[in-house]
């Protein structure tokens, strides 16, 4: 999957706004949930060495809300990493074109759009 089949797909599935909050960052989008405002879904071009790599090499990254206790066994899979700017405890980052799983990718969307719903 690539960011723009990511993109896609979440505007298929989801009752969501992109935004583009950030002049300085372009390529940085936010989905939030229209109910609440609240957002499950954040995609960034970021360089590798910003979630753990030794290179300075480009990718897409997705960051989701993910139920704290499943973090520590995610983070082992290639592509899933301790969430990129923000609270690790409760977020995680995915390699968008990297992770092979799609359908875990899907789960955890799914679960990120759950977490942030009303309560």
């Known amino acids: 999957m690539n960011r723009n089949e990511l993109l896609q ?6 009752v969501c706004n992109v935004e583009y909050p950030w002049e300085r960052y372009p ?13 499950f879904a954040g995609i960034f071009a ?11 090499e480009p990718m897409n990254i997705v960051n989701l809300k993910c139920e704290s206790d499943l973090i520590p ?3 082992y899979e290639n592509g899933i990493y ?24 899907k789960i955890l969307m799914d679960m990120s759009y759950r977490l942030v719903g009303h309560k």
Do not use: C, F
């Open 27 to 39: 390529d940085y989008m936010v989905v939030r949930r229209r109910d609440n405002q609240k957002w």
């Open 46 to 56: 970021i360089k590798g060495y910003q979630v753990g790599h030794d290179t300075n």
């Open 82 to 105: 301790p969430a990129y700017h923000m609270n690790k405890t409760h977020w995680i980052s995915v390699d968008i074109e990297g992770y092979e799983d799609i359908e875990k990718l």
């Open 73 to 75: 066994n995610l983070i």
């Open 9 to 14: 797909y979440i505007q298929q599935e989801y």
